[in-house]
């Protein structure tokens, strides 16, 4: 089992950046594919970025060249670094976790809120 608890969210500007963090409890996640999801309100969750066990990332087009995954394996912490950030950013964003063999997430945290004001 894979606890996920995410910080960082706020209220900025356009422009402002924003770091995001995830921090997971219980088994070493370093095993782990880690993912940032967004949800909009009205909209399906997209995902935003995804960072394999062996540092593969995949980023969403609408945030390549602005935002940047990370991960510290000591820490048991995957970040998101949120550069240039746009109104069309606002989301609740959400961490996730899967096994490299599964195809879905399994295990999710609670959220963090990122507000855009323009």
């Known amino acids: 089992q894979v606890q996920l608890v995410e910080s960082g969210g706020g209220l900025v500007q356009a422009g402002d950046s924003l770091r995001l963090s995830c921090t997971a409890s219980?088994?070493?996640?370093?095993?782990?594919?880690m993912g940032w999801f967004r949800q909009a309100p009205g909209k399906e969750r997209e995902s935003v970025v995804a960072?394999?066990?062996?540092?593969?990332?995949n980023y969403a087009d609408s945030v390549k060249g602005r935002f940047t995954i990370s991960k510290n394996n000591a820490k048991n912490t995957v970040y998101l670094q949120m550069n240039s950030l746009k109104p069309e950013d606002t989301a609740t964003y959400y961490c996730?976790?899967?096994?490299?063999?599964?195809?879905?997430?399994?295990?999710w945290g609670q959220g963090t809120q990122v507000t855009v004001s323009s």
């Open positions: 960072i394999s066990w062996r540092d593969n990332t």
């Open positions: 996730a976790a899967k096994s490299p063999w599964r195809g879905n997430y399994d295990y």
């Open positions: 219980g088994r070493t996640f370093s095993s782990y594919d």
